[in-house]
């Protein structure tokens, strides 16, 4: 959103580089084919090649998605864990180590639900241990 007038215009009505001012327009040089004048088997086996690829991508992205699910609860986890321990040696209030062991375990489960590739509720559960460990540092 450039502020342009042609800024916002969907890619089908925006000028084509072939089409800008001061290139050629030829159409006899190469005719365009009509989708019917194309081979079926030909666009079949386009078809199933994208699928296939389309397939392969969105599988990368969800195996992507269950590590950072799982590794972001496990490290929240860690943190969690490692922040209540060092509580309880204090003299901190017993809600402050028992908040922050509760957001740890809220995360684990997020690591739980991130492995099984649960990744939206792994990504609230991360949130909602966070804020329950948010607690435990406000009551400190």
Same mark, same amino acid.
Not at 3 to 23: K, V
Not at 45 to 71: K, N, P, S, T, V
Not at 78 to 99: D, E, F, K, M, Q
């Given at each position: 959103?450039?502020?342009?007038?042609?800024?916002? &215009?969907?890619?089908?009505?925006?000028?084509?580089?072939?089409?800008? %001012?001061?290139?050629?327009?030829?159409?006899?040089?190469?005719?365009? =084919?009509?989708? %019917?004048?194309?081979?079926?088997?030909?666009?079949?086996?386009?078809?199933?090649?994208?699928?296939?690829?389309?397939?392969?991508? &969105?599988? %990368?992205?969800? =195996?992507?998605? =269950?590590?950072?699910?799982?590794?972001?609860?496990?490290?929240?986890?860690?943190?969690?864990?490692?922040?209540? &321990?060092?509580?309880?040696?204090?003299?901190?209030?017993?809600?402050?180590?028992?908040?922050?062991?509760?957001?740890?375990?809220?995360?684990?489960?997020?690591?739980? &639900?991130?492995?099984?590739? =649960?990744?939206?509720?792994?990504?609230?559960?991360?949130?909602?241990?966070?804020?329950?460990?948010?607690?435990?540092?406000?009551?400190?």
């Amino acid at each position: 959103m450039s502020g342009r007038p042609d800024s916002d &215009l969907t890619p089908d009505t925006q000028t084509s580089p072939d089409t800008a %001012e001061g290139a050629p327009e030829t159409t006899e040089d190469a005719p365009e =084919r009509a989708p %019917e004048d194309a081979p079926e088997d030909l666009s079949e086996a386009d078809d199933q090649h994208d699928d296939e690829h389309d397939g392969d991508l &969105l599988e %990368e992205q969800a =195996r992507r998605a =269950r590590w950072a699910a799982a590794g972001t609860g496990i490290v929240l986890a860690l943190a969690g864990t490692a922040a209540a &321990l060092l509580r309880v040696s204090g003299t901190a209030p017993a809600l402050v180590p028992v908040a922050y062991a509760c957001g740890a375990a809220v995360c684990a489960l997020a690591a739980v &639900l991130g492995a099984r590739g =649960r990744t939206r509720r792994a990504l609230w559960a991360a949130v909602a241990g966070v804020m329950i460990m948010a607690l435990g540092d406000q009551f400190d």
